[in-house]
């Protein structure tokens, strides 16, 4: 089956860095998308990963290994509107998300 | 300025009663697709289009219909064979091949049930 694996909640302190690690398994493999989303709005896109290797954006970074299935998302300089849901989406062969429960970040002063 | 527009934001219905949600882009994006999220859980696909009068079923769709008669139009009715509807409901589209074909989401519909 179609799985993707993340932690339920983390919490981190503002101007620290946080790792959000996600597994996945899929029929197929079009890549690894990061999605923000905060209470009560639509997720919003981060990053996107297809071959293995660190993507940088600013404060955010994603990592893919296909071979493992593994990907992480390291959010760095923490500030409080970082407080949301990070959600992890694998594509699969026919090109459908299949998505993660997401990962609470709690940021503290 | 283009985007995904949803309505109502916020719907209340009664047991037994139909409803349908809005789902509208001017992306000129050609698939669209239909979620539900749960409180503590993943997005989960209800529906989806690739292309104009063509639509498939996703994990969920028991209890649920669609129409997709123009590019711009993906409206989700809710029927009274859902068991359990009260749930965020949200609406994307994309353009396979685009760039990254990364989803853009609507706002949302919250939908509960009294």
């Known amino acids: 089956g179609q799985n993707i694996d993340q932690p339920t909640e983390m919490t981190a302190t503002e101007g620290a860095i946080v790792q959000i690690n996600c597994t996945y398994q899929?029929?197929?493999?079009?890549?690894l998308f990061w999605y923000q989303q905060h209470a009560g709005e639509a997720p919003t896109f981060l990053s996107y990963?297809?071959l293995d290797g660190l993507e940088e954006k600013g404060r955010f970074s994603s990592f893919l290994s296909r071979s493992k299935g593994y990907s992480y998302l390291l959010l760095k300089e923490l500030q409080m509107k970082d407080s949301a849901s990070y959600l992890c989406a694998a594509m699969d062969s026919n090109y459908q998300l299949i998505w993660g429960a997401g990962t609470k970040l709690i940021i503290k002063p | 300025d283009g985007g995904i527009t949803q309505s109502p934001k916020y719907l209340f219905r009664k047991e037994g009663q139909n409803v349908t949600l809005s789902c509208e882009q001017n992306l000129n994006h050609d698939a669209m697709y239909w979620y539900r999220q749960d409180p503590g859980q993943g997005l989960r696909l209800i529906y989806y289009?690739?292309?104009?009068?063509?639509?498939q079923k996703g994990d969920i769709a028991e209890g649920y219909s669609v129409s997709r008669e123009k590019k711009e139009s993906f409206p989700l009715t809710v029927t009274s064979a859902q068991k359990n509807p009260t749930a965020f409901y949200l609406c994307?589209?994309?353009?396979?091949?685009?760039?990254?074909?990364?989803?853009?989401f609507g706002p949302g519909t919250r939908l509960t049930v009294l």
């Open positions: 899929t029929s197929g493999f079009n890549g």
């Open positions: 994307a589209s994309s353009t396979p091949g685009l760039d990254y074909n990364e989803q853009f």
């Open positions: 289009s690739q292309i104009v009068n063509d639509f």
């Open positions: 990963n297809v």
